[in-house]
């Protein structure tokens, strides 16, 4: 197709979102994701608890998601979301079938890292399709981890990540239209301890928050022009995502 000003199209429909949703134990992910527009669950870990939500029997190698996602795609149904719960886990199977497949040689120097890219490519190639013909809300869940981030700017500190490999973390983060870092509100107290010191420590006020914006502490982003907190719960972020345009 020749490109020209009469192929200039005005994107004007909100599509559906791809989210990266990441926390730390037991927050309340997954109930999240439950309160998505008639959610089916794509399982690799045995982690629902008592919710009650359709799901695919528990995936125990990564063909097994990609034939899920392969059944939503072909198949007549009436679900609007997909839930991946949880990514980590994909991971594991992704890399428990690479190194079933090849010699140790044939991933050294970060060759595996590629072809789990690769693996990842396939997965998200099959998300967009349910996003773009099923106009299916994509969520992808995952628990986080604690590491060390060397700054350009500043001193090395530590912060809360998708508990993912580098490689594999970016893909799906810049994928994604929001990645979402779920913890709890903590305000910092500060106690004279004499001698002219102070000691600050943080206290839990156990509301469940949703971060939506790049800081030091965590990683975030979004499309949508969100607030900078929101509360954890898809009834929230659906309400913002459609009143800040």
């Known amino acids: 197709m020749a490109f020209n000003l009469k192929s200039v199209r005005r994107n004007e429909a909100l599509a559906a979102p791809r989210v990266l949703l ?25 982690g629902l608890g008592g919710l009650e939500v359709d799901s695919f029997p528990l995936a125990t190698k990564a063909g097994d998601v990609l034939d ?7 198949e007549d149904h009436s679900f609007k979301t997909v839930v991946i719960d949880s990514l980590d886990w994909l991971e594991t199977l992704i890399w428990r079938d690479i190194e079933a497949s090849y010699d140790a040689k044939d991933l050294a120097y970060g060759k595996g890292a ?14 967009n399709a349910l996003r773009n013909d099923k106009g299916m809300v994509c969520i992808l869940i995952a628990h986080t981890e ?23 973390s970016a893909l799906v983060r810049e994928w994604c239209d929001a990645v979402l870092f779920a913890n709890y509100k903590t305000i910092v107290k500060k106690d004279d ?3 002219n010191k102070t000691v600050s420590r943080g206290i839990s006020t156990g509301e469940r ?13 979004n499309r ?16 913002a995502i459609t009143t800040t345009k």
Do not use: H
Request: contains cysteine.
């Open 193 to 195: 301890v004499g001698f």
């Open 224 to 239: 949508y022009n969100l607030p900078e907190t929101l509360p954890l719960s898809w009834a929230a972020f659906e309400t």
């Open 22 to 46: 990441y926390g730390v134990e037991g927050i309340g992910k997954s109930t999240f994701a439950a309160g998505a527009p008639s959610p089916i669950f794509i399982r690799t870990e045995d």
């Open 68 to 74: 899920a996602i392969g059944a939503l795609c072909e």
């Open 146 to 168: 604690i590491k060390r981030f060397d700054s350009p700017e500043t001193e090395p500190y530590d912060r809360y990540q998708p508990k993912l490999q580098t490689r594999s």
């Open 209 to 221: 928050l949703l971060f939506t914006s790049e800081r030091p502490a965590y990683m975030a982003k």
């Open 114 to 127: 590629v072809i789990a890219a690769d693996r990842w490519r396939q997965v998200l190639d099959g998300l």
